[in-house]
Every structure is written in C-alpha cells, then in structure tokens.
C-alpha cells in the first residue's frame, strides 16, 4: 500500500488489510505499506488516522513510515497506490514491464478501470478520516474476499 507521506492513507490500508485478512483466517499473507516521500521517514501514522482507525478496531499505532523503493517490486506481487501522483512516482521507479504490472489504484479493485483517488485527509477534518476508512475499507474488504477465494482453490 502505497501514498505520500505514508502517515494517513497507506498505513490505514495496511492496518485494514491486514485486519480482514485476519478475520478470514488468513495469515500468511505479507502485508506493508510506505511513501513515495521520505517525508515523514521513522514517524508513526498520524494521530487522527489512529484515532479513526482505532473506533473500527483496526490498530495502527505500531507502524512506522518508510520510503518505498524498487526492492518493493520485487519483495511484492501487488503494489496499491491511493492517486494518480502516487501511481506516476511508483511507476517511474519501476524497470520492467512485469513490474509496471504489479501497481494499481487501490480503488480499482471496486471501480473497475475508473482511477478514482482515495483523497488525502491530511489537511481536512475528521469527516475526511472516516470517509477514507470507508473507501479503503471497501477496497481492503474486497481484496481479502478475492483472496479467500483463491486460498480455497
Ligand atoms: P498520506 O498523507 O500521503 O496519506 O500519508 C500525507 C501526509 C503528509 C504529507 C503529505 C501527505 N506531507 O506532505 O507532510
């Protein structure tokens, strides 16, 4: 899971993610999360994605930000990106085809092929944090269900 910062939205997809995947008994599925940035490099999510998180029980607050690099494409068979800068920055850091076809828009795995962005709730209210919970939570909801199904093949 990858945004900016990786302090508001990838850390929340992450925490989600790993949260219903869990529920489903699935525990073997590796799961991270970093930033196109090193902005915020060492600092746990912010407390307001905490917070929000945490009313879902979903704990986040033993995360810590990191940059993502090209290592990740290959310690990872998916990559989700939360915007279109996200997906232009991840994207140029990929050196093959193959890894240019792991990343996607998270929001994709509902809306099909219509690149909508999970918006950045770092400068709004807490309206914004609840509203990203539920579009990510959407998203991470699907993709453990496909996973399920997969596991069950
Ligand atoms: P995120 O939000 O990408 O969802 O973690 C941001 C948090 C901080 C900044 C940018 C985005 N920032 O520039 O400090």
Partial sequence: MVCLGNICRSPLAEGILRH????????????????TSGYHTGDHPDARTIQNA???QVDLSQ??????????FAAFDFIYVMDSSNYRDVIALAQT????????????TVWKGENRAVPDPYYGGETGFEH???L????????ADDLLKQHAL
Avoid: P
């Fill in 20 to 35: 219903r995947l869990n529920e489903r008994g699935l525990h073997n599925i590796r799961v991270d999360s970093a930033g």
């Fill in 54 to 56: 945490r009313k879902h």
């Fill in 63 to 72: 995360l810590i930000s990191r940059q993502f690099t090209r290592h990740d």
């Fill in 97 to 108: 085809e193959e890894e240019k076809s792991k990343v996607d828009l998270l929001l994709n």
């Fill in 132 to 134: 990203v919970f539920q």
């Fill in 136 to 143: 990510v939570d959407r998203a991470c909801t699907k993709l």
